[in-house]
């Protein structure tokens, strides 16, 4: 089935450092990718889509200059959190849509933040 | 309201029962919905679609209520590996063929031995 990998599994930094995440698709490729982030008991909320050679589209309340999205190739997005803070401390997921299969979206693994 | 509204839980139920949850959703336009399984610091993954007329996989039965904008799951014998929290998601897809998924919090199940 459709794979996506999703690098770091696990981030530790310091405060004002800047984390880039990295979300490939491994065989299919994707136009669309998705940046979710989930802190703990809640539900996984939408940040981002992520389009192949466009901007993304930010939700509602997310701050594009802090969550910088790059989706320059088909098979390969990333998330950068510029200057984070011990709140944005969070597990990150991304997803692939492979508009070939029926599964609405494949996950990766996700990306477990800590700022200290 | 949240789009999608679940019991948090949690629920401890014996091995070999049987558990149902449900969910609800507020936005008519979702056009089709899934129930996800997440696994504690992992990611989901995608346990069942949901059909109105209702749908099996194994010890699995999901079915979905557009009238009353209602999801269910029930999972008979239930097994220690159920063990999980279970996520009601909701799919819409736009004119443009844009794809979205609104999850709920999910409910935790934790089968006991």
């Known amino acids: 089935g459709a794979v996506v990998s999703q690098h770091p599994s696990w981030v530790i930094c310091k405060s004002g450092t800047s984390v880039k995440i990295e979300c490939r698709s491994l065989?299919?490729?994707?136009?669309?990718m998705f940046w979710y982030r989930q802190f703990p008991k809640q539900s996984l909320m939408l940040m981002a889509t992520s389009n192949e050679g466009s901007k993304a589209t930010y939700e509602q309340g997310v701050e594009k200059d802090k969550f910088l999205i790059n989706h320059a190739s088909l098979t390969l997005s990333t998330l950068t959190v510029t200057s984070a803070h011990p709140e944005d401390s969070s597990f990150y997921i991304c997803?692939?849509?492979?508009?070939?299969?029926?599964?609405?979206?494949?996950f990766g693994d996700g990306t477990r933040l800590s700022i200290l | 309201r949240k789009e999608v509204e679940q019991d948090p839980g949690p629920f401890n139920v014996p091995e070999g029962a049987t558990v149902a949850f449900n969910c609800t959703y507020s936005n008519s336009a979702s056009q089709s919905f899934f129930w996800y399984r997440q696994d504690c610091r992992k990611e989901p993954k995608l346990l069942m679609s949901?059909?109105?007329s209702g749908n099996e996989d194994g010890r699995f039965t999901a079915q979905l209520n557009r009238a009353s904008q209602y999801i269910s799951l029930l999972i008979r014998d239930s097994k220690l590996s159920d063990s999980a929290t279970y996520l009601c998601?909701?799919?819409?897809?736009?004119?443009?063929?844009?794809?979205?998924?609104?999850f709920g919090t999910g409910t935790r199940l934790t089968i006991i031995p």
């Open positions: 998601v909701g799919r819409v897809i736009s004119n443009f063929g844009n794809e979205k998924l609104t």
């Open positions: 949901v059909y109105s």
């Open positions: 997803s692939a849509e492979d508009r070939e299969g029926n599964q609405p979206q494949h």
């Open positions: 065989d299919f490729q994707a136009t669309t």
